[in-house]
């Protein structure tokens, strides 16, 4: 993928090529090159250029996980000391879209999980409000549990995502880390799962569903019905894990 060098000045949010502008400004983070054209042009953009995140499940998929990862890495390289409360950490100002102050709270519970609230087990609405009119939201895919990185030890490692490729990269990137954290204990019939799993258990269709995930992706044996464990959550501040 080539990109204009940074700092350019002709990168604006009239210019810009909205499904891939989150790409490039999360491949900037990873660089350690310069963000702030394109920080400035996701602030400055408005409805109309921004149609294509709205409009399309893929590129508003890709985008939005893009933007997620890089405000994160942003704000642990920016704020590292809002980290010790994750309460701070995840309801300060992390990125600006479209004129519209966003946390990351905001971008993964009221965007990108379609306005439910991150506590309840992924069961409860929201009762924040983002900003963004209702044509931003997406239907909550359990996938970007396993894509989204907040700085913690037990997040999974960052990927870019594209609008053409978001579905077979999540599947990838969803297998990886399952195949990294899951534990199936045969003589006892369980599993241990990563906690997002217990956090989000709505997202993913109650246990069965995340059964049903496990037998799909050979985790457990097709004929078992193993009960679930959760494993405890690593939230060592770990910045800058970037897959290979």
Request: contains cysteine.
């Amino acid at each position: 993928m080539t990109d204009a060098g940074p700092g350019t000045a002709d990168e604006s949010a009239s210019d810009v090529r909205w499904r891939t502008v989150a790409r490039r400004l999360l491949e900037r983070v990873r660089r350690e090159e310069e963000t702030e054209p394109l920080l400035r042009a996701l602030a400055e953009a408005d409805d109309v250029a921004l149609s294509p995140i709205r409009t399309d499940r893929r590129a508003g998929l890709a985008f939005w996980l893009n933007v997620y990862n890089a405000a994160t890495q942003l704000l642990l390289e920016r704020r590292p000391e809002l980290f010790e409360s994750r309460l701070r950490f995840f309801r300060a100002h992390a990125v600006t879209v479209a004129g519209v102050d966003l946390s990351l709270d905001d971008v993964e519970h009221g965007i990108m999980r379609g306005g439910r609230s991150k506590y309840g087990l992924g069961y409860l609405p929201r009762l924040a409000r983002t900003g963004l009119d209702g044509s931003y939201r997406l239907e909550p895919d359990p996938r970007i549990h396993f894509a989204l990185n907040c700085g913690a030890a037990s997040c999974p490692a960052v990927l870019a995502y594209d609008p053409e490729t978001v579905d077979e990269t999540l599947d990838d990137a969803t297998a990886a880390h399952l195949d990294r954290t899951v534990e199936y204990d045969a003589d006892h019939n369980r599993v241990r799962v990563p906690r997002v799993c217990l956090w989000f258990v709505g997202d993913f269709g109650g246990p069965s569903g995340i059964r049903a995930l496990l037998y799909e992706l050979e985790q457990v044996p097709p004929d078992s019905s193993p009960s679930l464990r959760f494993e405890e959550y690593d939230w060592t501040r770990t910045p800058r894990k970037f897959a290979d």
